[in-house]
């Protein structure tokens, strides 16, 4: 089985996620959010690319939640904080969801034959469910401001060191991958520090958002793995 | 100070470089061969883009060198193997270079004040002259097929540890380049199967150059720093 790893949804070109199973990388704070508001008995997850697409999408009964500059949208429901997105707010709704990079990335890997969600938060179950998907494997890393962002490259190497344990075939890695797998087994016990250091994790931080960084550092709290189904994401 | 890591040629505008000091890293094989012909005494080192470059640039007496599809190009005196480079084949002499990346990231650099090249072979004192020259440093990683290499990464990482240890200020480094510096932490001791197990390096074993890749894993055998100066590289 062959795994690439895409460092940011700038360098993330639609051919490449052809016959693949897309796992798509947003810690800081998309994909932590996505698995938080699933974990929370979510009914399903509509990734919207804009603000407009997103209030075109709801329907009644539906929540509107979103970001932009690290923000809740005016107007909307919720913004992008995992922790927002409790069993009380969310269990048995649909979340129509617009953030800055994290929808951008699952629209752009929308060729892939699957499309997963990936955080720190559910890395594991999420790297299990891509094996039985039996395809090769394809990770966005949906990174900010097209750049890499070193929290989604830590998970990828998480998941990475997930399917070498896992799985029964060799796992061909590409070199972009290997780095991320050195990073992780490098920075493992220093999860956190990590996310917090990075550019997100330190413009997050200026705004107050520590609580948030910790919860998005959390490896393997949850086992949901959000698949994209149709237009959104349902339990996988 | 500040460090950003650029992960490939393609990844590379020129506006970056502006006002900094770039370092070129083409491990396999372009820098390694830049350095180990300088420590052999070669006079310079001329980086052209095109074959039809390289000759124009000869003069009497220069030595016509570089690499297509990883083969020394037919007619010209050198290839791009560090071990053709020895004393009694260059020292004295200007050596003009064409290679597939390597000297692609050089022309990509040059708005930058300063263009110093790294290698595994003089990344030590790479860090060490970079500090010298007073400005943010820049490292281009040139990869290969517009990919990122995982050598180049590699010794990005090495660069990075080296000006950690040295400088006097604080060294701020970008999030791709605080990947590199895990990535390097976490394969120090595995030096030559890291840079076997790249896809640079399995492409050129299986032409049969073990010895090349050998060659160019070494670290900090060299103290020679190539910098360009107008048209080509000499001691920096």
């Known amino acids: 089985m062959q795994v690439q790893v895409i460092s940011s949804v700038n360098e993330a070109s639609s051919a490449r996620f052809q016959h693949k199973t897309a796992i798509v990388i947003d810690v800081l704070r998309a994909s932590s959010t996505i698995v938080s508001a699933m974990a929370a008995g979510a009914a399903c997850i509509i990734p919207a690319e804009t603000v407009m697409e997103a209030r075109a999408l709801q329907r009644s009964g539906d929540l509107l939640c979103g970001e932009r500059f690290c923000r809740k949208i005016a107007g909307f429901d919720l913004g992008n904080s995992p922790l ?9 709704k649909r979340v129509v969801l617009t953030t800055t990079n ?32 039996r395809r090769d494997i394809v990770m966005l890393c949906a990174g900010s401001h097209d750049e890499f962002s070193i929290e989604d490259g830590l998970c990828a190497g998480l998941l990475l060191d997930c399917l070498r344990s ?51 550092s959390e490896l393997d709290r949850f086992d949901t793995v959000p698949r994209l189904s149709g237009d959104g994401l349902i339990r996988g």
Chains 1, 2 share one sequence.
């Open 166 to 216: 896992l799985s029964s075939l060799p796992v061909e890695i590409d070199d972009f991958g290997m780095a991320m797998l050195a990073l992780y087994r490098n920075r493992r016990d220093s999860v956190v520090d990590t996310v917090l250091g990075g550019a997100t994790g330190r413009r997050l931080l200026k705004l107050g958002m520590r609580k948030d960084i910790e919860a998005c």
């Open 102 to 133: 994290g929808t951008r990335a699952i629209v752009k890997a929308l060729r892939a034959d699957y499309v997963l969600t990936a955080a720190l938060l559910n890395a594991s179950a999420c790297a299990k469910a891509s094996l039985e998907l």
């Open 84 to 92: 927002e997105y409790t069993e009380a707010r969310v269990a048995g």
